[in-house]
């Protein structure tokens, strides 16, 4: 499946005893389509107010409901801020995390005097103007293969932390400010890092170079402060390798 949805309401993608995430309402829907007790497994485990365009999903079933209908069967069950924008049968082998080859994430800010009101749940605001030269010339450090240690969120626990970036592009139109990251993976707040370093040197508050300080540093005090996340969007998972 291909779920899109506004993560404002939801504790993330992953299932949570204490809290509702986006998984938790996707199986009880399928459970009461299909009277099985499914797991869905998703390719990127979201944060609380992150939203998805793409997160890739997949579930394992013995209903006869074709592939291709489970997206329209749903759509009927679900609450109006999830959706499932295409499903369709999966070779036995597939995996929508493990499977995975690469991921693109977008982020926004909005940098005005003043916060708007329609998209307070799309851009993390900022008060200050951005320069998105200076932001790109920043950003064009993370493109290649490094050693990402300083980019992991506090606590995070992973064995490696080398990450391949082959995209990391800024553009403006009016107030908003977009940044575009693609790699063939990420780190626990990793992108939130880089666009709370960028907006940091974009508007004057950290000198130039931060990111590529912290590359070879691996120390998180390097770095800007993590952006908020409703700012974020899982756009893509590519199953795919990069050329």
């Known amino acids: ?7 404002t309401n939801y504790a993330g993608w992953q299932r949570q005893s204490n809290a509702l995430a986006v998984q938790q309402v996707l199986e009880e829907k399928l459970e009461k389509l299909t009277g099985e ?10 944060d609380a107010g992150v939203h998805a365009l793409g997160q890739s999903a ?44 690469g991921k693109r994430y977008r982020y926004l800010f909005w940098d005005a ?15 200050y103007p951005l320069d998105v030269q200076r932001m790109q010339a920043e950003a064009d450090a993370l493109i290649g293969t490094h050693d990402f240690a300083a980019f992991a969120a506090s606590g995070s626990v992973v064995k490696d932390t ?40 974009g508007s004057g508050k950290l000198e130039p170079g931060a990111l590529a300080r912290a590359i070879e540093t691996g120390d998180r005090l390097d770095l800007g402060v993590t952006a908020p996340a409703h700012g974020l969007t899982l756009m893509e998972v590519f199953y ?4």
């Open 1 to 7: 499946m291909i779920v899109e949805y506004d993560g």
């Open 37 to 46: 007790r499914i797991v869905v497994h998703g390719a990127s485990r979201t």
């Open 58 to 101: 997949h579930f394992d079933t013995e209903s006869r409901i074709p592939g291709e209908k489970f997206s329209y069967a749903l759509n009927a069950l679900l609450p109006h801020d999830i959706r499932v924008s295409l499903s369709e049968d999966a070779s036995p082998d597939f995996h929508a995390r493990f499977s995975a080859k």
């Open 113 to 127: 005097p003043h916060a708007g009101a329609l998209n307070r749940n799309t851009h993390a605001h900022s008060i």
């Open 162 to 201: 080398v990450r391949t970036i082959w995209k990391a592009e800024l553009t403006r139109d009016g107030h908003e400010v977009k940044l575009i990251v693609e790699g063939g993976g990420f780190l626990y707040n990793m992108v939130r890092i880089i666009a709370g370093t960028l907006r940091d040197v």
């Open 240 to 243: 795919k390798q990069a050329l």
